[in-house]
């Protein structure tokens, strides 16, 4: 039994090196087929030039770390999916800016060919300026200026793919973006309840509210939200992660520096958050635990990566990586979601109208489909979506948003 024992040791070593041995680079696609471990995420993978080699070293603080202070946004991820094979590119994305050739064989490839990328630049140059001259919505500015090679953000597993999702796991709820009816808060996402979008959620990029700042002291670093104006405290201190019986929305976190690169450890979360865009898809259980790295690889790019490690949900580890750019004005705006709101409230009301008049047709032997929760048209009288004027009622916001994919 110690030989077996030693023997099946010998083989996990022999699996882990074979699969370590090519380094998780964007300069040559993967082709290993055996998944990363749990417990091992990768070291940073740089996207922001290509997988090609850079040279950069960033300032420090006063007292000695890398500076990485500034307000950095998501925007310029705009078209870009989190997975091979396109998706989850956020509410209100622009198509992407260059047609994807035939699938090729093998994993779908990290970067644009040189000939996409011009055309990429162009398509984003383009369409800056046109919002520039023509925009009249409150979000202007939101959107990609500057195009990056990256096609998508999953850089790990090797597939290019999202893992698979295994049996039993929870979807977060979809609330006015779902197919109702909804008959409590409960059926209502932690988005739209304006409680958190959730660690993934809060940094993947969506229509607008994309700014992160980053604020740092000694043996401490800040990093806040603008949508669901959230802050977490990241120490250096080599102090324990608190109790494992407490958890939280957006865990505990302890950070240290491996040379450039700011590391996160991040456990004792809920079970109620979800890795997608805006917080949505699955909901992870508490034995999520997420490895952030922050390092700056130029004085406007800062390269933004996180591993999400739960065996319990995904069939292997996953990470994505992308470049965070200097947000427009550098400054977060308010953004003032908070219990006092109406919507969920109006929602619930427009729900029990709707069972009401779904009653009385049927005692007047009229059968009809429940109307859609998200029918955005005129509301009362003879027809359109739920709630009349001064209901509020459904449709009346989008606050949704795609999950992974």
């Keep these: 039994?110690?030989?077996?024992?030693?023997?099946?040791?010998?083989?996990?070593?022999?699996?882990?090196?074979?699969?370590?041995?090519?380094?998780?680079?964007?300069?040559?696609?993967?082709?290993?087929?055996?998944?990363?471990?749990?417990?091992?995420?990768?070291?940073?993978?740089?996207?922001?030039?290509?997988?090609?080699?850079?040279?950069?070293?960033?300032?420090?603080?006063?007292?000695?770390?890398?500076?990485?202070?500034?307000?950095?946004?998501?925007?310029?991820?705009?078209?870009?999916?989190?997975?091979?094979?396109?998706?989850?590119?956020?509410?209100?994305?622009?198509?992407?800016?260059?047609?994807?050739?035939?699938?090729?064989?093998?994993?779908?490839?990290?970067?644009?060919?040189?000939?996409?990328?011009?055309?990429?630049?162009?398509?984003?140059?383009?369409?800056?300026?046109?919002r520039d001259t023509t925009s009249t919505s409150t979000f202007r500015n939101d959107y990609a200026r500057r195009a990056f090679p990256q096609r998508r953000l999953l850089v790990d597993p090797p597939s290019g793919l999202m893992p698979t999702v295994l049996a039993g796991a929870r979807i977060m709820p979809r609330g006015t973006n779902g197919a109702g009816p909804i008959n409590s808060w409960l059926d209502f996402p932690l988005y739209e309840r304006c409680i958190t979008r959730g660690i993934g959620g809060s940094v993947l990029r969506v229509i607008y509210g994309n700014g992160n700042r980053i604020v740092q002291g000694p043996g401490v670093v800040a990093f806040s939200y603008e949508m669901l104006p959230d802050t977490r405290i990241f120490p250096i201190d080599n102090s324990p992660h608190v109790s494992e019986k407490i958890s939280m929305y957006l865990g505990n976190s302890r950070a240290r520096w491996e040379g450039e690169d700011l590391v996160v450890e991040t456990r004792n979360l809920t079970d109620q958050t979800a890795f997608g865009i805006n917080g949505l898809g699955t909901q992870h259980t508490k034995a999520m635990r997420i490895t952030e790295r922050f390092r700056r690889v130029a004085d406007d790019i800062i390269q933004y990566q996180a591993t999400w490690d739960d065996p319990l949900t995904y069939s292997t580890p996953f990470t994505v990586s992308f470049p965070l750019t200097p947000l427009s004005l550098n400054v977060l705006l308010p953004y003032d979601c908070h219990e006092g709101n109406k919507a969920v409230e109006m929602t619930l009301a427009a729900e029990r109208d709707e069972d009401r008049s779904m009653a009385e047709a049927a005692a007047k032997g009229i059968k009809r489909e429940r109307r859609a929760i998200n029918q955005n048209a005129g509301g009362g009288g003879g027809g359109g979506g739920r709630g009349g004027a001064g209901r509020g009622g459904r449709g009346q916001a989008d606050t949704g948003a795609e999950a992974e994919k």
Excluded at 22 to 35: K, M, Y
Aim: proline share 12%; net charge neutral; aromatic share 8%.
């Design 1 to 130: 039994m110690r030989k077996l024992g030693w023997l099946g040791v010998l083989a996990s070593v022999i699996a882990l090196s074979i699969y370590t041995g090519a380094p998780v680079s964007g300069q040559q696609q993967q082709t290993q087929a055996l998944p990363r471990p749990y417990g091992t995420p990768p070291p940073m993978v740089v996207t922001a030039f290509g997988g090609k080699p850079y040279t950069y070293t960033a300032p420090r603080t006063p007292w000695g770390d890398p500076d990485l202070q500034g307000v950095w946004s998501s925007d310029d991820m705009e078209g870009v999916g989190i997975a091979g094979g396109g998706g989850g590119r956020g509410r209100g994305a622009a198509a992407p800016a260059a047609a994807a050739p035939a699938a090729p064989v093998g994993p779908p490839p990290m970067y644009w060919t040189d000939a996409e990328m011009e055309a990429r630049r162009k398509d984003v140059a383009n369409e800056a300026t046109r």
